[in-house]
């Protein structure tokens, strides 16, 4: 194969068809930090802003399953 003649088809990656479990699964990544959001959102076949707004729910509906020490030092962000 030259470096003229680039088969298009290795370019563009297979869409990935959204289902429920891949969803949990990306959205259960994401919150342990295992997975990137471009690799979530790849994983479950959508766009970065679709995943941002799933992954936004999630968090909304879904409670924190660790706790915070309470002699935890508060650090100032601004």
């Not at 030259?2 to 289902?19: A, G, M, Q």
């Not at 679709?50 to 992954?55: C, D, G, I, R, V």
Request: proline letters at 6%; aromatic letters at 8%.
């Amino acid at each position: 194969m030259s470096l003229l003649k680039i088969d298009t088809k290795n370019l563009v990656e297979p869409r990935v068809k959204t289902t429920p479990q891949n969803v949990a699964e990306a959205n259960d990544a994401l919150f342990r930090a295992k997975m990137t959001l471009p690799a979530a959102a790849n994983h479950c076949g959508m766009t970065h802003k679709e995943m941002k707004l799933t992954f936004w729910e999630y968090l909304k509906y879904n409670k924190p399953d660790y706790e915070v020490p309470e002699n935890t030092i508060e650090v100032s962000r601004g």
